[in-house]
């Protein structure tokens, strides 16, 4: 029996991915996900403050049955990387034998991380916006660029609003987009960036009402992706229909996570669940008319299925990669 472990590196991750190959795998994990062919449980967040050490890390599960792909992601925030000039989130992927268990690869996640982040919005965008003339985006970190690029392969876009705290950050984030087909506009305030677009996205770190109910147009789409509160409470009491990409881990984290523990946010408050859309067990938008509140958690079988795309590329291509015998 084969032992080979392969060590995958960010650079050949890079070679072996482009974004539309991670859109096409978020899509179809989340459709399995919701056709019952996924095993995750939720995921453990381990923080190590509590005993002194300056940093979080998630371990995050999953089995994706119809490619045969067991693994788990870590994923982590760590205080003193920015003085080592690394970046404060890092994330690896460890794939393992489905059957024995013996490792298979130790792929860097960083790249898949940050893509299949990207992906989460533009396929929730696709199903759920009901026009994509207008994007606002608040927050132009690395997340804010990955979430654009990835909704300018699958959406019609005409208008980008770019809303940031740092007059630099929105030039540099324009500035990594040199010849896309809409135009940029700089907004003064996220209430501008906001009023009359038709799909708002938060990005940030921030906690902090970033979006006011009255700034969302009929048939408006907001979707947030930040760790904590990103709208105001009644962006989510008062939209028409919420959307979430996984019912368990979205009462205990994100946006909503406040009015779950004041009990206004239940199981049953979730209207479109996005992998049971793709499943066709529920629809997606019903009105053109509705305001959608969408909240976007991440889970970790996007980024071991990702992961597994690129074990079997590299494996295809015959590339000599580092490999190790893990059994030897």
């Not at 992906?119 to 927050?139: F, N, R």
């Not at 907001?222 to 009491?237: A, K, L, N, Q």
Request: overall charge negative.
């Amino acid at each position: 029996m084969d032992h080979t472990a392969y060590i995958i590196t960010e650079e050949t991750v890079k070679r072996y991915l482009t974004p539309e190959d991670v859109i096409r795998c978020v899509e179809d994990t989340w459709r399995w996900y919701g056709e019952g062919k996924v095993v995750m449980p939720n995921k453990i967040t381990t923080d190590m403050s509590t005993v002194g050490v300056a940093g979080w890390y998630n371990s995050m599960p999953a089995y994706i049955a119809p490619m045969d792909v067991a693994g788990i992601k870590v994923v982590g925030g760590y205080d003193g990387n920015k003085a080592l000039g690394l970046p404060y989130i890092l994330a690896n992927v460890m794939i393992t034998d489905s059957r024995t268990g013996i490792l298979k690869a130790l792929v860097s996640g960083n790249l898949i991380n940050d893509l299949r982040t990207g992906a989460q919005p533009a396929i929730m965008a696709k199903l759920l916006a009901s026009k994509t003339d207008v994007v606002t985006i608040i927050g132009t970190g690395l997340q804010g660029y990955m979430s654009l690029l990835c909704m300018s392969k699958v959406l019609d876009i005409k208008e980008v609003r770019v809303c940031d705290i740092s007059e630099e950050a929105k030039d540099r984030f324009i500035a990594r987009f040199p010849d896309v087909p809409f135009k940029f506009v700089k907004c003064a305030t996220n209430e501008e960036g906001c009023r009359g677009s038709d799909v708002i996205i938060t990005v940030t770190t921030a906690n902090a009402d970033l979006v006011e109910e009255p700034w969302v147009k009929k048939g408006g789409l907001v979707m947030t992706m930040g760790s904590f509160r990103e709208t105001s409470f009644d962006v989510v009491r008062k939209a028409d229909k919420i959307a979430v990409d996984q019912v368990g881990q979205s009462l205990h984290r994100g946006n909503v996570k406040e009015l779950a523990e004041m009990g206004e946010i239940t199981a049953d408050s979730f209207d479109i669940i996005i992998p049971d859309v793709l499943a066709g067990k529920m629809p997606a938008r019903t009105n053109p008319d509705d305001r959608i509140y969408a909240q976007i958690i991440g889970t970790g079988m996007l980024d071991v299925a990702v992961a597994g795309l690129v074990l079997e590329r590299v494996i295809a291509s015959g590339e000599d990669v580092a490999k190790i015998d893990m059994m030897g």
